[in-house]
């Protein structure tokens, strides 16, 4: 591990070797200022290095409304939200609302008051554009995925209730061969279901041989009789 490394391995990775010279910061790069100032600062911090205490149950009076007697603007761990105007953020959108500051300068407040000595106004490394590039490209890699889940996820549920409902109405003698040996394949549904609810390499088991999965869905579909599929 880097000497320099800390706060959210996420939010910094370390894309270059220590001795490869293009490390800055004791070896790493930093990939995006407003999430690393977000993971370093809390809002409850900021506020109370501003001067506004926080009650036990993280609740201050709100600057941006007059008149908060009962303190109306609750402090999350990655954001607050005023109960009062409306007004909410993360802790770089309080800042910049508190001493009306553009997002960067916001930032900029943060790092200084902090004394977090970030290196924000160097231009990013060739390192740093790549990095941040790729993230940007894992963003969309993920949000298509969390889409696939979502689909996949309604296709199993109706599938299975759909099934769930004609097994339970209709007695066994009525299934064709064929029918029973697809409606016997419900269990496999109620376990990729879990794995979609389940953890990344749970729900990646399912991605894999989601081809088969669809085709033993229509194959449930299509021996569940009509009436059962009527709403
Ligand atoms: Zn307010």
Known sequence: MHPGWSGNPDAIRCVAPLDGGKCREAGFVMLDPFREIKTRVTPAEAARHYGYEPSRSGFVSCPFHSGDRTPSLKLYSD????????AGG?????????????????????????????????????????????????????GDFQRWREDMT?????????????????????????????????????????????????QMQVFRKRKGVRKICRRILKSIPERFKEV
């Open 79 to 86: 954001g607050w939200t005023c109960f009062g105007c409306g």
């Open 90 to 142: 993360s802790v770089i959108d309080f800042v910049g609302k508190l001493f009306d500051l553009a997002p960067l300068d916001a930032v900029r407040k943060l790092n200084a008051d902090f004394s977090l000595g970030l290196p924000l106004d160097q231009p990013p490394t060739r390192a740093e554009r790549e990095a941040a590039q790729k993230r940007r490209e894992e963003a969309v890699v993920y």
């Open 154 to 202: 309604r296709l199993l549920s109706e599938t299975y209730r759909l099934g769930w409902l004609a097994l339970r109405d209709m007695p066994e003698s009525l299934w064709l061969p064929g029918e029973v040996e697809a409606i016997r394949l419900l269990p496999a549904l109620e376990h990729w279901l879990d794995s979609l609810g389940g953890d990344f390499e749970n």
